[in-house]
């Protein structure tokens, strides 16, 4: 495009970031929309601004840049030249799994940890004594144990839940009794409460 007045492209991933500009138009939804001096807005206005002053910065040439990447990012998604069926051929898999691999390492998936809510371990303390809470199914077998200890464990996630939620006798004797300034500094904040109902909140913290 040098005849038209396009000698020289400015440097960086233009097109790569307006080619995802456009799958971002495409495949995510807007959240809300606004007004400015009448005119109807979304929320994806922000990053259309943001990409104009990309395009513009150095014209002409960041301008063909932000043309090719929207144009790239058509093709792709209207698939066009079914781009989306393209496959790597079998002998570069094998050959990158030959010799890419061992100079990137393992590729598994870190495994995932499985306890409901991590607690402090005494060290002193055995395996064997320390209560542990999965989320693994009744089932499962989690540290040797057979499937009653981890329904045993289930069980006692429930009365946890129950001790949160304020279902037990047990949590009912828990309620501590609020400060003068925890009060005054939540009646500031909600004038129109009434002072009953903010200790009882606070009781229940």
């Avoid at 990409?51 to 990012?73: D, E, I, N, R």
């Avoid at 393209?86 to 050959?95: A, E, F, G, K």
């Avoid at 990137?104 to 395996?127: H, K, W």
Wanted: aromatic share 8%; glycine share 6%.
């Amino acid at each position: 495009l040098h005849r038209v007045g396009v000698n020289h492209i400015p440097g960086g991933p233009s097109a790569i970031v307006f080619s995802m500009l456009y799958q971002w138009y495409r495949l995510v939804p807007t959240a809300y929309h606004f007004k400015i001096f009448g005119m109807p807005l979304s929320n994806k206005a922000f990053t259309y601004v943001l990409a104009l002053q990309l395009a513009l910065g150095h014209v002409p040439g960041s301008l063909v840049s932000s043309c090719v990447g929207l144009l790239v990012g058509y093709i792709y998604r209207s698939e066009l030249i079914n781009i989306k069926t393209w496959r790597v051929s079998p002998t570069v898999i094998n050959l990158s799994s030959r010799f890419l691999l061992p100079l990137i390492g393992s590729t598994r998936p870190p495994r995932r940890f499985n306890r409901a809510r991590p607690e402090q371990v005494d060290s002193t303390t055995e395996l064997g004594d320390e209560e542990v809470i999965t989320t693994a199914p009744a089932s499962a077998q989690r540290n040797g144990r057979p499937s009653s200890d981890v329904a045993e464990g289930s069980s006692v996630v429930r009365e946890w839940v129950n001790e949160l939620t304020g279902r037990t006798e047990e949590a009912a004797t828990r309620i501590r009794t609020p400060s003068e300034v925890e009060i005054t500094q939540l009646t500031s904040m909600f004038p129109d409460t009434s002072r009953d109902v903010i200790v009882s909140t606070l009781q229940q913290r």
